[in-house]
């Protein structure tokens, strides 16, 4: 995601919210004491020194540790009842079982980037499993595959990654603070998507407790299951503990540019261009666009700058004549480019600020939280230049000072694979991807409407130029005004195919047999979590 590019009192609103809950937490359940003996009973290791009640002095800034969207950050939000912070597997274990007998329900936080806030919040009562524990990372550069734990962060397994090789990487996001655990299990796509596909393409195991406290790996959860928790969202299913993935390579020396062009210099033309050649590129070539508000160069006025923002798997005398001859409109030269090691790469395409070293890739929260809203689209056939010209619009008014949109470019490996191989269903036909990104400042969240019916109105203006029947969607974008279930437990599948079948298209129908198989009493269950089959 984008920096914000004012700064905001992001510490002094933390620290008055955090006043604010220590006073205003209530208990929603009436059965604490007996969910605390349960757990006492199942002897699980330690599990007091990782349990969080509204009571302990550190519940406060346990809770706000990881949380990434502060739209969803307010004295009046419901609170959980209880925080684990589980280092062991067994502590889950234990936690999964009690929190099912006393009729809490279950948010697993990884990162804590959900877009809508549901790793860390439910109307109805119910706990935190938070994974940042969870965050060991092993390697095997010789046969090319690693276990990590669930709580890992992208950017620390970068940067192990490279500590072990610099040519062996993993095809997954750019932000470095997004936990591995919703980024693998939603798809989770970065850079290599056309030469790699998606992180979900790439994992060989996992290993999750299912709602009766199993642990089950790949051979005893069976490929159904270990199909749904690829691209699926796990926290449908469970708790995913550890996923081994297969790593892989990189050449010693990349290449990265980004060049930047308004409208006075002929962004507008180039973007047109760029749809017909992007997902045609050779499939080392990774160039997307990032559109945000910006100055004129012909006096002081608003229009919209095009970043053209690239990596290629190689050097620059091999870049170079590629882009002569895709996309010659560009005018890529050789100063425009800079060759980098892999993890290098890496820190460029990141969000943390301007300075960062390497080491930074493996800080928690690098960066000020701030309140943002999202929403995602794929496009199947260029769009028109009216059609473009309609959408610059919109970056004129004051609520777009700090949006973006994102094109992100397909084709390649990803044309390849086919839409049922897992549940993400975003394959071949799909030219390019739109994250639409919008945030604000304001401290107390006090204006939030303004921005989020910008985006809405971005959202409903760009339909005629997006895939259709269904209208696709992306889960690691999670967007609530898709759909949601109901409240408690009884959501039908024709309900939740209103948003269902965005996320996965055809492989909907197969997540919700998964569901109703391993998972019967739907008991790992939030606003888009995947229904079982009612009778």
Known sequence: MKKMSSSTPILSTFFGLSFLFSISCTIMAQNHDEFLECLNSRNSYSISEITYSPQNYSYTSTFLFSIQNIRFVSPSMPKPSFIFTPSFESQIQAIVLCSKDNNFEIRIRSGGHDYEGLSYSSKLPFVIIDLKNLNSITIDPENRFAWVEGGVLLGDLFYQLAKKSPNLAFPSGLCPTVGVGGHFSGGGYGTLLRKYGISADNILDARIVNANGEILDRKSMGEDLFWAI??????????????????????????????????????????????????????????????????????????????????????????IPIMQESFPELGLVEEDCMEKKWIEAVLYFSDLPFGSVLDDLTKRNPNPRTYYKAKSDYVRAPISENGLLGLWEFFKEDEAKDAQLIFAPYGGRMSEISEYEIPFPHRSGNIYEIQHLVYWDEEGNKNAQRYIDWITRVYEY????????????????????????????????????????????????????????????????????????LA
Do not use: C, M
């Open 230 to 319: 690829r691209g699926g969202g796990a926290a449908s299913f469970g708790v995913v503990t550890r996923w081994k993935i297969a790593l892989v390579e990189v050449p010693d020396i990349v290449t990265v540019f980004t060049v930047n062009k308004t409208l006075d210099e002929n962004a507008h033309a180039l973007v047109h261009r760029w749809q017909f050649v992007a997902d045609k590129f050779d499939r080392d070539l990774f160039v997307r666009i990032l559109i945000t508000q910006s100055n004129s160069s012909k006096g002081n006025k608003t229009t919209i700058q095009a970043s053209f923002n690239s990596i290629f798997l190689g050097k620059i005398d091999r870049l």
């Open 462 to 533: 760009i339909t005629p130029f997006v895939s259709k029947n269904p209208r696709a969607a992306y889960l690691n974008y999670r967007d609530l005004d898709l759909g949601v279930n109901k409240e408690g437990n009884n959501t039908s599948y024709e309900e939740a195919s209103v948003w269902g079948v965005k996320y996965f298209k055809g492989n909907f129908e197969r997540l919700v047999r998964v569901k109703n198989e391993v998972d019967p009493s739907n008991f790992f269950r939030n606003e888009q979590s995947i229904p079982t089959i």
